[in-house]
Structures are given as C-alpha cells and as structure tokens.
C-alpha cells in the first residue's frame, strides 16, 4: 500500500517535501517512484528509487531540482521539490512495482497511491 501527502500551494521558487508511506512489498526487490499528471496531460514519471541498489534516477525536468529518498525503517519514500516552477503544478502520485530497474515508463508501475496536488502560483 501506498499513501502520499505533502501537496500543497506554493509560490515559485519554493519548496516543497512529499511523503509517501509504503507497505505490504512482497519482494525485496522493488522500484518506488514518483509519478505526476498535470491538467490535460498525460502521466509522467518523475523520479525513481531501486531498493536493491538504493539508485535513483530523476527526469530531466527534475534533475537539479528535485531529490528522491527512501527511509528503509520508516517505510517511508519522500521527494524533496525545490525551486518549484508554475509548470511542476500537478498531481503527484507515488507508485510502486516489483523489479531492479526504474521502468520507463509510468504504465509499468502496478501499485498506486492517491495523488497529493502541488500548485504552484503566484
């Protein structure tokens, strides 16, 4: 199961930290990602976590910007967003799928939590 929250309004050039609570893997071996879908557009992915390696790998968009991170004992997944733009307003979900390798896209994820939205305005 996954659970996110953190969304908020936030103007530009803010920042912003998403929480994700995870449970229920059945694998030691799974992919935790963040995957957000703005108005009128598709879903894409964002960034991703690889639990047997502890890579991640964030989207062009977000390199720079924005941090995936994972708390093993909490069972917890974050995305730290900073410099947030008017364009990052969306609805961002976390999502989860069991593998070794971030997919590539957001479709092979299998397990979804509820969006949280992030507007970003001035």
């Known amino acids: 199961q996954l659970q996110a929250s953190g969304g908020g309004l936030v103007q530009p050039g803010d920042s912003l930290l998403l929480s994700c609570a995870t449970s229920?893997?059945?694998?030691?071996?799974?992919?935790l990602g963040w995957v957000r879908q703005a108005p009128g557009k598709e879903r894409e992915g964002v960034a991703c976590?690889?639990?047997?390696?502890?890579?991640?790998t964030e989207a062009d968009f977000a390199r720079g910007r924005f941090t995936i991170f994972r708390d093993v004992a909490e069972n917890m997944v974050y995305l730290q967003m900073n410099y947030l733009r008017p364009e990052d307003t969306a609805v961002y979900f976390c999502?989860?799928?069991?593998?070794?390798?971030?997919?590539?896209?957001?479709?092979?994820?299998?397990?979804w939590g509820q969006g949280t939205l992030v507007t970003v305005s001035s």
């Open positions: 229920g893997f059945t694998s030691e071996n799974y992919v």
């Open positions: 976590y690889v639990s047997r390696s502890g890579d991640t």
């Open positions: 999502a989860s799928v069991d593998g070794s390798t971030c997919p590539a896209t957001p479709k092979f994820y299998n397990s």
